[in-house]
């Protein structure tokens, strides 16, 4: 069965970067779409960013300018480069696979863990 993994998360400082990857083996090159979520300790998962199989971006209006989202073929991955994060952007991060059937089949990873704190 395909699974979906995060790596990438951290603690940094608030104005850091981090840098999230998302890989689902043979299905994140080109098959299907790739949409980040966060969840907040206490709080509902949220959506975060979305780059679709055709190529379309879209952000929550929460880290456009600071977050950008794009994809790997070579190394089957797409990446969430994080820029001037805050408190508030700590959470877990969760990627998922999206699109057609076969890409809304494939189960939630177990997301990477992301705490921007001094």
């Known amino acids: 069965e395909v699974q979906v993994a995060e790596s990438g998360g951290g603690l940094v400082q608030p104005g850091g970067s981090l840098r999230l990857s998302c890989t689902a083996p043979?299905?994140?090159?080109?098959?299907?779409?790739i949409d980040w979520y966060r969840q907040a300790a206490g709080k509902q998962r949220e959506w975060v960013s979305s780059?679709?199989?055709?190529?379309?971006?879209r952000h929550a209006d929460s880290v456009k300018g600071r977050f950008t989202i794009s994809k790997d073929k070579a190394q089957d991955t797409v990446t969430l480069q994080m820029n001037s994060l805050k408190p508030e952007d700590t959470g877990m991060y969760f990627c998922?696979?999206?699109?057609?059937?076969?890409?809304?089949?494939?189960?939630w990873g177990q997301g990477t863990q992301v705490t921007v704190s001094a």
């Open positions: 998922k696979t999206s699109g057609n059937d076969e890409c809304a089949r494939i189960p």
């Open positions: 043979g299905f994140t090159s080109n098959r299907c779409g």
């Open positions: 780059l679709r199989a055709e190529g379309s971006i």
